[in-house]
């Protein structure tokens, strides 16, 4: 591809070739837009301006300035922005993406494409390869299987429902196609900004080469700077959104099951969780409470007083989410259904009549999201709900899932469609030549979700603005983070499940996703008491908690596997609540800086290749190593820990333990009630006491564990746990030299602390002499106990 004339603005730069165009403009620091464009028969390019481009994932951006320095020795014109540069080469159509310090991230290494004139829905072909040099990394991807390095693996990105899924089914519910490149501890990041159909080949095909494939007319594509990966993910953030902070009831305790039948069943539910002492915060109504499966209705014989039983869970702290399935039941006097009709909002088939599938409500039809029209109209329809009490919702069939397609009287499965001329479909969905306004699926059916959780989000800040919106996804795209939490859909009970959840739930933060969350103890099959066990450790850690199973399978409350298995989950899941000042502060740090609150350990250790196969173990946040038991009866687990100190730190209890040097493979104890963790040095965590239910996020009691270094930092981000008020941001430092260790406090914001007091447990410190600042201490099994006023500022420890 030749790339001969180039038009330079001050913030946009352009090389043309006789029917092809690659654009370049800088949206952020740091960022570059290229925007590949190979399509011949693209008329408008004759005019020498692109046409606009629609993106439904990226919201911010500025226009900042671009400079080109043509060398024409070499034949390359380098065009600079702030953070980055990219040299074209204009014979070629390639270019090379570098740093400031002029290192090299990536390297394309041609884009090609064609149009087939004559097709009218599936007419476009456009491709990108991407150089993989062999020591590169492949992190990311969105919701897809596998290990952490994608290397080596093929996706596809087209959402889809898939019942049951295996730990090599491709592709999934969500389309995320970002990925973070690692080779010697630089990271870079690559979006292509594209909904339509998707093919990536990660170094599979070819070891050296990624290629793209896009069913659309161009490569809209982004480049990210790091250097390190978290340097990436804040500028993916910063362009596609960042998630908001989530209620702090979402974070407790979620209970669930498709098959709960009535108003009688979720309140034995909520009786049954508290007289076995447990905690939970919320409770599902899934498809069942639905008269018919028409969505926004209530079967009154089943829930004849949906807001008295919002007010009775209210009163034991629980609060109730109801699943909402976008096919609306097409029958002629209900409401909805008119009014997507009177107001044409619906998706139409190829010969533009209301198109009509099967999904739970049959017929159905399918709201079309991504006009705003009907976007609007939908986020009105929570208003009955949300009068009714219902506080969260849950978007579940938004691929959207169809099973079956039905013309004139007859009614056609997917598979059946093409031959029958109802267009080509994949997967169970709509087909490719369905209208979405003047689109057709094939170009919007991934962003199908986005456009949903959009409108639930929008509707509910306009109905309630002075309440947090919490909302639950399966299908999504780039961005989804902006609106909703995003499960893993219908996993099952096996181990194998249980540990493809850890890479999953790390791929999708890598993505910017960081409120996720999979089905514990597995939503299809059987799961035994150890199972539960085990799941429920390792979801104490998932920032979505929710215990779910489906219809036809063996209940899974904590309580229906006896004991020893009960109490032991009943632990972990006081240690949930234990943890949530930690979690909740590292939902603030998502929703400010855009960093999940599961985090690989390359993420701080990225030049580490120990470190980057370890997809079975994560850090939380920061500071909190965590290995959970991933297999059946195995009582201790191997572990590498990458550089630094570790302090054992085992099921959060007060650790007597000499800190382990890191770079080190280790062998760990883990009987089935204990979970290996570390505590790094230089880090700390705030914990609570353990409670039934939340209440407020400014906490009434409070521990923080700090393992002792030259230099130590910590943050607590505390507010109501709800609304927009006041906050507290509270900074912890720590500095050990010379004999001493200090500890300094300092506050932003104007929520005043609800505690009197708070504890502090030093790891890692001999007897200290002194403690100055400090109410009392003492010095129990090598951990210094520290009872400070809540309004410290510096406490003293001479050693
Ligand atoms: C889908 C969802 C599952 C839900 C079921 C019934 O399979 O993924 O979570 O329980 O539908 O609504």
Redesign the pocket.
Known sequence: MRLDDLSIEPTRVTFWGSRSALEIRSPLPGVLRVRHIPSPGNSSLTSRELSPKQSWSVVEHSELPLSVRNDKARGTAVVEAEGLSLEVQPEHGTWVLRDTGGRELARCEGFSGETMPDYPVNRFRSRLTLHAPPDEAWLGFGEKVGTLDKRGMHFVFWNT?V?PHHPDTDPLYQSIPFSLGLRDGVAWGFFLDESWRLEVDVAAEDPTRVRWESAGPELDTYLFAGPMPADVLKRYTALTGRPPLPPLWSLGVQQ?R?GYENAREIRSVIRDYRAHKLPLDCVYL??DYMEGYKVWTWDRSRYPDPAGLASEAAAQGVKLVT?I?PGVKAEPGYRVYDEALAGDYLVRNDRGSVLLGEV?PKPATFPDFTREPVRKWWGQLHRGFVETGIAGFWN??NEPACFRLINGNETFSINSAPALDLGRVEGPTLPHDARHGDRRHLEVHNVYALGMARAAYEGLRELVPERRPFLLT?AGAAGIQRYSAVWT??NSSYWAHLELSIAMLLGLGLSGVSFTGA?VPG?LGRATGEMLVRWTQLGTFYPLLRN?S??GTPHQEPWRFGEPYLSIAREWLERRYRLLPTLYTLMHESSQEGLPALRPLVMYAPGDTEALRMDDVFLFGRDLLVAPVIRQGRTRRHVYLPEGRWLPFFDLGLSSGEPVEGRQHVLADAPLSSVPMWLREGGALALTEPALHTTSANWAHLTWHIHAAPRMEARLYEDAGEGYGASRLTRLSGERASGRFVLERSTEGALPPSRATETLCVYALSEPKEVLGGREHRFVDGVLLVEVDAGWSRVEIRL
């Open positions: 429902d019942v669930s498709w899934d498809i699943i399935d739970w579940d069939m399966r859909g219908d089905d939503f779910h489906a219809k």
